[in-house]
């Protein structure tokens, strides 16, 4: 494999010591090629929640810390953890209809929208052919509850940041071969480039000038919120049975909470309790508050993490998010959550901030 496909960039910043890190603790080396990258895909993809950074060019190691990204920033994520991994890898620019992004935008933030919009993915030679891996960008999470959204199962769809022949079976799975997610939306193709550092230098960009000033103070605010709501219409539509239950070591005394899945706060269902700080629903996640040494803490005691076990997933059961956040379970609510010295670095779309 040629150098230029495994050297470090600015924003493939293939020394950082949080890629690193994270390359070591995974052992990613360990394995084979192609599990190898088989292994980054699925970490990219499911791990790294889909969503809107601040820009298209920020380097691997933000969009890492992020714990989210786009097209454009998942690419960069996903070169930069391959080629520290010692897989070669180059980037494919292209551009993509604004329509494939109806539904994630609306209103005027649809008519701000170029019409065409940057677009990438990357690719890496196995069995001697490029492989693209555009089927990185959405999480499994987050195409679930597009199905439940709209109703669709199956057939062609173009919108809500999809563009694929096929809703219910569309080529995300990493096999050795193309993975697609948003190809159908794709209106123009720029060809191949050693690193997203090339590409940006010569074709700019999504937001720029007053545009990128909006994108970054209003529009990305408003889609991230689109995304998480659409999420949460996933872990809205299953409750946890009691065998699952059982099976997760859940007590069968554990608070029991109204799930809702209306993005708006006003929106409450007719029996929830209206509290300030978090609210759960303990049918779709389970809290856990410890200390720093991982130890549990009771109610009322303020821990310094705050575990959360995802029951819902239909495709990745009992997934498991840590946080940094200093919080305390409330004494006088059934499953309140009181938050205090709040440093978000995992969005969880099942909590939702209830205001009284």
């Excluded at 670095?345 to 205001?355: A, D």
Aim: charged fraction near 25%.
């Amino acid at each position: 494999m040629e150098d230029r496909y495994l050297r470090a960039t600015l924003l493939l910043d293939v020394g950082h010591p949080r890629l690193e890190a994270l390359v070591a603790e995974r052992s990613w080396m360990e394995l084979p090629e192609r599990a190898r990258i088989g292994a980054i895909y699925d970490f990219v993809r499911d791990e790294i929640l889909f969503g809107y950074n601040p820009s298209d060019d920020i380097p691997a190691s933000a969009v890492l810390a992020d714990g989210y990204g786009q097209c454009n920033t998942k690419t960069t994520l996903l070169m930069a953890l391959l080629r520290a991994s010692g897989i070669g890898c180059r980037f494919h620019g292209a551009t993509i209809d604004k329509r494939l992004q109806q539904g994630v935008m609306a209103g005027l933030l649809y008519r701000l929208a170029p019409s065409s919009i940057i677009h990438s993915w990357a690719e890496v030679f196995v069995d001697g052919r490029w492989v693209g891996l555009e089927g990185v960008i959405l999480d499994r999470a987050y195409l679930e509850g597009i199905r439940a959204s709209i109703r669709q199962d199956g057939g062609p769809f173009l919108g809500y940041a999809v563009g694929t022949d096929d809703l219910a079976n569309p080529p995300i799975q990493w096999a050795g071969t193309d993975t697609r997610i948003q190809a159908t939306g794709v209106t123009q193709d720029f060809g191949v480039f050693d690193d997203p550092d090339t590409f940006y230098l010569a074709h700019g960009v999504n937001a720029r000038g007053i545009k990128g000033w909006l994108y970054r103070r209003l529009m990305r605010n408003a889609m991230n919120n689109r995304v998480m709501a659409i999420r949460a219409v996933n872990a809205s539509s299953e409750v946890l049975t009691s065998e699952v239950r059982a099976l997760a070591g859940v007590s069968g005394k554990s608070h029991r909470m109204t799930c809702t899945r209306a993005p708006n706060p006003a929106e409450s269902p007719p029996n929830a309790t209206t509290t300030a700080g978090m609210h759960l629903v303990e049918d779709l996640v389970i809290p856990g508050v410890l200390d720093n040494d991982y130890r549990p803490v009771s109610a009322g005691k303020t821990g310094d993490r705050l575990r959360v076990t995802v029951l819902f997933g239909r495709t990745i059961p009992l997934l498991r998010y840590e946080m940094t956040d200093r919080v305390r379970l409330a004494t006088g609510g059934a499953g309140d959550v009181v938050v205090g010295d709040v440093r978000w670095v995992v969005t969880i779309s099942m909590m939702r901030r209830r205001r009284g």
